[in-house]
Nanobody, 115 residues
Framework: VQLQASGGGLVQPGGSLRLSCAAS????????MGWYRQAPGNQRELVARITIGGSTNYADSVKGRFTISRDNAKNTVYLQMNSLKPEDTAVYYCNLLEISGVNFWGQGTLVTVSS
């Protein structure tokens, strides 16, 4: 399974970005897809995830600002990020969890929030 993430970049505080992650390859059965992030010196943390049925959960720090969605037919997950803050700066990683329990990770896309 390959996860191809895109959409990162440089944005000013208060701006928006939309991340996309497309899964391809020998996908057996997806349980959930999500986004994690890792800032320099910090551990990787969950940002948001969405199940095959559409249930979502978010980190408290992004609730009300970020929205995760997915297109099951395309095996693609999106992260709409609004009202971005400097503390959102990090490398964002796409994650796919199969029902079997196997985890897959994308290569990461850098989001920089700075004026």
């Amino acid at each position: 399974v390959q996860l191809q993430a895109s959409g990162g970049g440089l944005v000013q505080p208060g701006g928006s970005l939309r991340l996309s992650c497309a899964a391809s390859g020998s996908i057996v059965s997806i349980s959930l897809m999500g986004w994690y992030r890792q800032a320099p010196g910090n551990q990787r943390e969950l940002v948001a995830r969405i199940t095959i049925g559409g249930s979502t959960n978010y980190a408290d720090s992004v609730k009300g600002r970020f929205t995760i969605s997915r297109d099951n037919a395309k095996n693609t997950v999106y992260l709409q990020m609004n009202s971005l803050k400097p503390e959102d700066t990090a490398v964002y990683y796409c994650n796919l969890l199969e029902i079997s329990g196997v985890n897959f990770w994308g290569q990461g896309t850098l989001v920089t929030v700075s004026s």
